[in-house]
């Protein structure tokens, strides 16, 4: 079993017939109806609703959905089907994994996908319901990315599109020679849409900094414009970390701009354990 007790750390172990989950001290987690997890003891929230919200998850869903980071997506899939053997099974994290859209992708572009253990996290509830309702073959559950209630060790891959983890947890989570694999904003990702707000746009930095003990061993650029409709760009806007700096005027204004093109700019990062 992957997962351990949020509280204790104990091995959990799955009760047969009501299909949820203890531990030897007796910490019982049910499973939701939609196939889901949730390991976020009250005492760990920080608030009532912590992550992204419902709004937020649903602006982001509507905009994948529509393809504009498919290109990304396919690149990410591809990247892990080539440092995979088909015949054996790979555990897969998705750490911060919002409503599992790179999840779902993944499944679909790799090859032999039933020897994929696609598995999610995320702090969000309503996010990890969305992605459980969407893939019930894979396993997701509603955690934080600081103390991730897995086994040590467990993970052939870990990967991240744009959400926070931390170091040691992804130390302790992969098996040695594990894969993790990043996906960040490359220099001009979004640029057409930070000249609205910005007086001065600035470049994306390429540095990325990695865990203590990993290597790089691979890097791609993937970059390609986008031209997204009023209602597309708007979810867009909400979806990035500068949205809060657009005040009304400028929100009109990018909404009034029709066929706006917009660049998409990512790099993939992927490095070993060494
Ligand atoms: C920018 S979104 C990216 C979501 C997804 N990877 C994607 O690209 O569609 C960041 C995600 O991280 C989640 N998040 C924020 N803090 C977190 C934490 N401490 N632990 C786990 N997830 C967290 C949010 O709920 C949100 O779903
Ligand atoms: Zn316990």
């Known amino acids: 079993m992957p997962y351990i007790c949020p509280i204790c750390q104990s091995p959990l172990i799955q009760h047969l017939s009501s299909k949820g989950y203890y531990c030897k001290n007796k910490h019982h987690f049910d499973l939701a109806k939609e196939g889901y997890l949730n390991l976020l003891p009250a005492q760990h929230k920080k608030s009532k609703e912590p992550g992204d919200s419902r709004a937020m998850m649903r602006a982001r869903r509507n905009f994948l959905e529509a393809g504009f980071y498919q290109p990304m997506a396919k690149a990410l899939a591809s990247m892990i089907d080539k440092h995979r053997t088909e015949s054996v099974p790979m555990h897969i994290l998705d750490v911060g994994c919002g409503e599992g859209y790179y999840s779902r992708q993944i499944e679909i572009h790799a090859q032999h996908s039933e020897n994929l253990d696609l598995q999610g996290i995320d702090i969000a509830k309503n996010a ?37 983890s931390n170091d040691k947890e992804i130390n302790r989570l ?57 209602e597309q760009r708007m979810a ?25 093109e917009i660049e998409a700019d990512f790099i993939l990062t992927l490095a070993l354990k060494k």
């Open 128 to 164: 990890i319901f969305a992605a459980a309702k969407k893939q019930p073959n894979a396993h997701f559950i509603v955690a934080s990315s600081k103390s991730m209630p897995y086994a040590d060790h467990y993970f052939d891959l870990l990967f991240r599109v744009y959400a926070p």
């Open 174 to 230: 992969l098996k040695p020679g594990g894969l993790l694999l990043i996906v960040t904003p490359g220099p001009r990702h979004l640029w057409q849409l930070k000249e609205f707000i910005y007086k001065e746009v600035k470049e994306h930095s390429a540095d990325i900094s990695l865990p203590e003990g990993f290597e790089q061993i691979e890097s791609q650029r993937i970059s390609y414009t986008i031209q997204p409709d009023q």
């Open 236 to 260: 867009l806007l909400q979806m990035t970390p500068f949205a809060w700096r657009a005040k009304g005027d400028v929100q009109n204004k990018i909404q009034r701009s029709h066929g706006l």
